[in-house]
């Protein structure tokens, strides 16, 4: 079955400092991947996707990720955050090939940024 | 445009009561997904459809029913409900083919 770990739970930055944050997903077949973010109180938006091509995918608000199929990681990073980047963050992976339609979440990632 | 509206938004149910959640979009998508989201836990899959009269058990299925009678619609059913359903649920849907999930505002249901 597959699955995906976010070893990171809770992050504190300061203002301007650069962020990476973890995402593991567990199949060997052709993966498309996601990155969420939830700010408080809002629902999930789409950061940024990788279905195939180039591994260094830029999505909205300067952030990025890079696919490393290799290492079944697709980490997510941004060079200087902001305060407004406050928010929960949620790796998110979907196998086609394997026959289902799931999307599979991890348990995400609490950014904390301190103004 | 609204693209995916979840109603209510907000409920408290006592133990063993009922109640259904109604999911809506207008972006002709295909699939339609139903999550809950709880503290530590991620988004867990609850039911999924992938067309008009198809549904199907995601990762959390016991105590949940779903029909999508319309293509347009997806409910969510808790026929008795319990503490351990308190949560935020949200629904979500796509286009067919490779592509993200659109999510609604989420409704956040109290079970006391």
């Known amino acids: 079955a597959q699955s995906v770990s976010q070893h990171n739970h809770h992050v504190i930055l300061s203002e301007a400092a650069s962020l990476e944050l973890g995402c593991n997903y567990s199949?060997?077949?052709?993966?498309?991947l996601f990155w969420y973010v939830q700010y408080p109180g809002q629902h999930l938006q789409l950061l940024l996707k990788?279905?195939?091509?180039?591994?260094l995918v830029k999505g909205i608000k300067g952030f990025e990720a890079e696919f490393i199929k290799s290492k079944f990681s697709f980490n997510l990073r941004k060079p200087s955050v902001q305060w407004s980047d406050t928010a929960e963050y949620f790796c998110?992976?979907?196998?086609?090939?394997?026959?289902?339609?799931?999307?599979?979440f991890g348990t995400g990632t609490r950014l904390k940024v301190l103004a | 445009n609204a693209g995916v509206t979840q109603t209510p938004k907000f409920r408290v149910l006592k133990t063993g009561q009922s109640m259904t959640l109604l999911c809506a979009q207008d972006?002709?998508?295909?699939?339609m997904y139903w999550y809950r989201q709880d503290p530590g836990m991620g988004l867990r899959l609850i039911h999924y459809?992938?067309?008009?009269?198809?549904?199907a058990k995601g990762e959390v299925p016991d105590g949940y029913n779903v029909s999508r009678l319309k293509k347009q619609n997806f409910l969510l059913g808790l026929e008795s409900a319990a503490p351990s359903q308190t949560s935020v649920y949200f629904c979500?849907?796509?286009?067919?083919?490779?592509?993200?999930?659109?999510f609604g505002e989420g409704s956040r249901l109290t079970v006391l």
């Open positions: 979500a849907s796509r286009r067919g083919g490779p592509g993200e999930l659109f």
């Open positions: 199949y060997g077949g052709t993966v498309n």
């Open positions: 990788y279905f195939s091509g180039d591994p």
């Open positions: 998110a992976v979907n196998a086609p090939g394997s026959g289902t339609y799931k999307y599979i």
């Open positions: 972006m002709n998508h295909e699939y």
């Open positions: 459809s992938v067309g008009e009269g198809t549904t």
